[in-house]
């Protein structure tokens, strides 16, 4: 089964500081991982993703396979960077191997 | 422009009575898929479909239907809704090729059962 675990519900930083949010996976085979912001009443949207290995809005996130993790980083947050951000697995193949699983969410909240 | 469109977006409905939402897609995706948004569960996957067709169970199924007769409609039936299913619930797509399991989101049809 594949599971997909965000440890903290909310994280509250200053504008500025460096931001990290943690994500751990479950996964037997090669996973694809992913982490999609959703802003104030917008919809989910990609945020990014391992396979592409880019930054986006200063974003990273790098996937360290010994300790199944995919945490996302930012060196300094900003106020627009509010959002709840979720972590997501995949399989490769298809029929349910293809399912994305979502972790439960983490609300950033960005203070000035 | 590439989107997925689900409506209503916002329904207020009375236990027991049958509705309907409906989710498009315009970019030809095969795969797509129901989650449900609750507050500390993150998203759930209700019932998803990899082609016209073909559906399967998600990670909560009960007391929802699903039907995939065109590629480019996917819509989401609750017979008998009760309101344990009241929630915000999301329309996705994807391409199962190319770009991988990147996938679009519609903008959310919040439900409230009474």
């Known amino acids: 089964a594949q599971r997909v675990t965000q440890p903290e519900k909310l994280l509250s930083v200053f504008k500025g500081a460096p931001v990290e949010l943690k994500c751990n996976y479950s996964?037997?085979?090669?996973?694809?991982l992913f982490w999609y912001v959703q802003y104030s009443r917008q919809r989910l949207q990609l945020l990014l993703r391992h396979i592409s290995r880019e930054s986006i809005k200063g974003f990273t996130a790098d996937l360290n396979k010994g300790e199944t993790s995919f945490h996302l980083k930012k060196p300094f947050a900003q106020e627009e960077d509010s959002a709840m951000y979720y972590c997501?697995?995949?399989?490769?193949?298809?029929?349910?191997?293809?399912?994305?699983?979502f972790g439960k969410g983490t609300l950033l909240t960005v203070n000035p | 422009e590439a989107q997925v469109t689900q409506n209503p977006r916002y329904l207020i409905t009375v236990t027991g009575k049958k509705l309907t939402v409906t989710c498009s897609q315009n970019m030809n995706h095969e795969y797509m898929s129901w989650y449900r948004q609750d507050p500390g569960l993150g998203l759930r996957q209700i019932y998803y479909s990899m082609n016209v067709e073909v559906t399967d169970k998600g990670d909560v199924p009960e007391g929802y239907k699903v039907s995939r007769k065109e590629k480019r409609n996917f819509p989401l039936i609750l017979e008998s809704p009760s309101p344990n299913q009241t929630s915000l619930y999301f329309c996705?797509?994807?391409?199962?090729?190319?770009?991988?399991?990147?996938?679009?989101f519609g903008a959310g049809t919040r439900l409230s059962v009474l």
């Open positions: 996964y037997s085979g090669s996973p694809e």
């Open positions: 997501a697995l995949s399989g490769h193949s298809g029929g349910s191997n293809y399912k994305l699983t």
């Open positions: 996705a797509s994807s391409s199962v090729s190319g770009e991988g399991n990147i996938q679009y």
